[in-house]
């Protein structure tokens, strides 16, 4: 038993696609991404004005960056800008409106929209630009705000407060798989599961791109992923899978290395105590940057079960060249393993380990952190990375520890830790405990901040002096490390 012209060559499979049209696309950096079909769709450049949701939009000349250079795309619905500057200096100069979403609530927003739900309450982005509607969605060619966001609905639940979110309801999605049979039925390999299996699921029209075709019956039950009753189309993907970051297993030192041996001994003193955060068997979720090295400082006896909001529990180290595996990436798009006895599955379940409050601790970078746990780490004037998954992460801070790691203060000598914020907030008072590379403090929401540690060669009055916010001294105050 087969469906009838469920295999499609290359350009039939997106024919029928049509302008002004809400498009979901598969993909996390580089793993999981349909760049056949992407490519069909550029080799169509009378299909404009798309709205298009996907995590991030790839990046120049490769995947949705394609889509972007070639002006097919009005809007993006994304949580991540990343390292693609075509994509920042459209948005910023008004060529490209976008609604900038945290990372899980698109994944939420997919899956509600799949199962037929209107709309659902959150956690993540309360108290942000997100629920107020102030995060600009389109620029003026003068760089003036020409449209925001729209406020959100708010509710309160058993004393925590939510935000309504409307679901997505896509017209076609492209998807990227392992296996396809001629039923339709898909299978997914490693961390490629990511968005695509909630975004199959919510389109009125699905087209897949498989790495293999098969027969039907090849693929066992309860392999399938993906079930063929929600895809319409299958083509054989083509072309080499890119990686985007190709990182492979070296020595915490070397990858602490930044710029001066300075700005290295200070990153490696922020790294070597954020470490002793761990406690054996947490559940862990690190954000990019310092926190992914910390793991390599785990003291002796202590393990730790990371996970990666692209789909991964039980995140291994980084491969020896010739094991790396474009299907395997962490959330700063790095190749890496699985740990033994690891799982995988799509960011939609990932997210909802998250928000649930599942994950024992996170440990983020910052730009600045105020005196009562406010944090803010995806936007600053002129520029903006995106939320990425940080605002969910953040907002179930009674559940999951937040520690902040970054420099005290930043490169023009400004204190980062403050009274209040003046960048846009990623979460309010959730963070745990900041540490710097001169101090530990921990932090209070109603109480502010306590000076627990200091690091060495450094004074308290030292500390004042790079810190806008007032403090209290622990009386147990003690040297870091």
């Not at 499609?8 to 056949?36: H, I, Q, W, Y």
């Not at 990046?59 to 097919?72: I, K, N, R």
């Not at 990666?308 to 020896?320: D, H, Q, T, V």
């Not at 060669?457 to 622990?474: C, L, M, Q, Y």
């Amino acid at each position: 038993m087969s469906r009838p012209f469920i295999s499609m060559f290359r350009p039939e499979a997106v024919k029928d696609l049509k302008g002004s049209s809400t498009l979901l696309v598969g993909g996390f950096g580089f793993s999981g991404v349909p760049n056949t079909l992407i490519n069909a769709v550029r080799d169509r450049p009378e299909v404009t004005d798309l709205t298009v949701v996907s995590n991030n939009a790839g990046m120049p000349g490769a995947g949705l960056g394609q889509l972007l250079e070639s002006g097919q795309i009005g809007k993006m619905i994304a949580s991540f800008i990343g390292e693609n500057k075509v994509f920042e200096k459209m948005y910023l100069n008004g060529d490209l409106a976008l609604e900038l979403t945290p990372q899980g609530t698109i994944a939420e927003k997919c899956a509600a929209g799949a199962a037929g739900v209107p709309a659902f309450y959150t956690p993540a982005a309360y108290g942000t630009i997100v629920q107020t509607g102030e995060l600009p969605v389109r620029y003026n060619k003068d760089g003036t705000v020409a449209e925001t966001s729209k406020p959100k609905e708010t509710r309160e639940f058993n004393g925590k407060n939510y935000i309504l979110e409307e679901s997505i309801f896509g017209d076609y999605a492209l998807v990227k798989v392992h296996k396809a049979d001629k039923l339709g039925n898909c299978q997914f390999r490693k961390a490629m599961n990511n968005f695509n299996e909630a975004m199959a699921k919510n389109a009125k029209y699905t087209i897949v791109e498989a790495d293999h075709i098969v027969e039907v019956g090849e693929i066992d039950p309860e392999d399938i992923h993906l079930q063929g009753i929600y895809v319409n189309k299958v083509i054989q993907s083509q072309g080499e899978k890119q990686i985007e970051k190709l990182t492979f297993a070296k020595d915490p030192s070397e990858m602490l290395k930044a710029g001066s041996g300075e700005a290295t001994a200070r990153r490696e003193r922020i790294v070597k105590r954020a470490a002793k955060e761990f406690r054996d068997g947490m559940y862990v979720n690190l954000g990019i940057g310092m926190p992914l090295i910390a793991p390599s400082y785990l003291p002796e006896g202590v393990e730790v079960v990371l996970q990666a909001e692209n789909g991964i529990l039980g995140l291994g180290g980084y491969p020896k060249p010739g094991e790396e595996d474009p299907d395997l990436i962490n959330p700063g798009k790095e190749t890496v393993t699985l740990a033994k006895g690891a799982s995988v599955f799509g960011s939609q379940e990932s997210f909802g380990m998250i928000r649930s409050g599942r994950i024992d601790l996170t440990m983020l970078g910052a730009l600045q952190v105020s005196q009562y746990g406010d944090l803010a780490n995806f936007m600053l004037p002129g520029k903006v990375k995106g939320v990425g998954g940080a605002m969910d992460l953040v907002a179930n801070p009674e559940k999951t520890k937040v520690v902040v790691t970054m420099e005290h203060v930043d490169k023009k000598g400004n204190p980062k830790i403050l009274p209040e914020c003046s960048f846009p907030l990623t979460g309010p008072r959730c963070v745990w405990k900041i540490i710097t590379d001169l101090a530990v403090f921990e932090v209070s929401p109603t109480e502010g901040l306590t000076l627990a540690e200091y690091a060495e060669g450094v004074t308290v009055e030292e500390i004042r002096s790079k810190t806008a916010a007032p403090f209290k001294v622990a009386d147990d105050l003690k040297p870091m490390l």
